[in-house]
């Protein structure tokens, strides 16, 4: 279907009002938040709070509204390689789904082709795709290594995602040299012992 620019326009008037009602929405419940809190958001430093809070958690989470199959099929190429292809240290920042807070670390994302490769700026954009989301680490990491088994169709996938929690450090059992490492491995990954310990050597040496 072609729309019209009357209709494209008006389509675009709807996003923007939605987008403005879903803003105001957000800053109304920060600002409750501060009050019960024991704050004052009419206080001078916190005035704006509320929109900057508002602002941030949208853009914390703006992985909702992106389609990860999206952001792989746009960039898929035949080629005829059948080694395997290595991403490391793919920084990204999300947020656990228990208490929301910050979580953050590094990507390491391997796969072996079977037709066809995906553009190697699409791995970084897909773990960011899955970050911007209220997540824990076990689900995210299975989610990058199932998408692209999906989409790709390779031999095999092997993600590892090692990360730091706030959760950890900032409340609860505060420790401050924890990290969380995890692991999801498809296809040869899983079935090889040879691959699988190739990829983990890979991941584990030095750059």
Not at 47 to 59: I, Q
Not at 85 to 113: N, Q, W
Request: net charge positive.
């Amino acid at each position: 279907m072609i729309l019209k620019p009357t209709l494209l326009r008006r389509t675009g008037v709807s996003l923007t009002c939605r987008h403005m009602a879903e803003q105001t929405r957000l800053e109304q419940v920060v600002s409750e938040l501060l009050r019960l809190i024991g704050e004052n958001p009419d206080r001078e430093g916190l005035r704006k709070t509320p929109a900057r809070v508002a602002r941030a958690l949208k853009y914390l989470t703006k992985g909702y509204a992106e389609d990860p199959k999206h952001v792989i099929n746009n960039a898929l190429f035949t080629e005829d390689y059948s080694e395997m292809i290595v991403m490391k240290d793919v920084d990204f920042f999300s947020l656990c789904e228990h208490h929301i807070l910050p979580f953050f670390g590094r990507a390491t994302i391997a796969y072996i082709p079977r037709h066809k490769i995906v553009g190697i700026s699409k791995l970084a954009r897909l773990v960011d795709v899955y970050a911007r989301r209220l997540q824990v680490q076990e689900r995210m990491t299975t989610q990058i290594a199932t998408t692209l088994m999906e989409e790709l169709d390779p031999l095999g996938v092997g993600v590892v995602l090692r990360a730091e929690h706030l959760c950890m450090r900032m409340r609860g059992v505060e420790k401050q040299n924890s990290v969380v490492v995890t692991s999801a491995m498809l296809g040869v990954f899983r079935t090889h012992q040879e691959t699988r310990e190739e990829f983990m050597t890979l991941v584990n040496g030095t750059r």
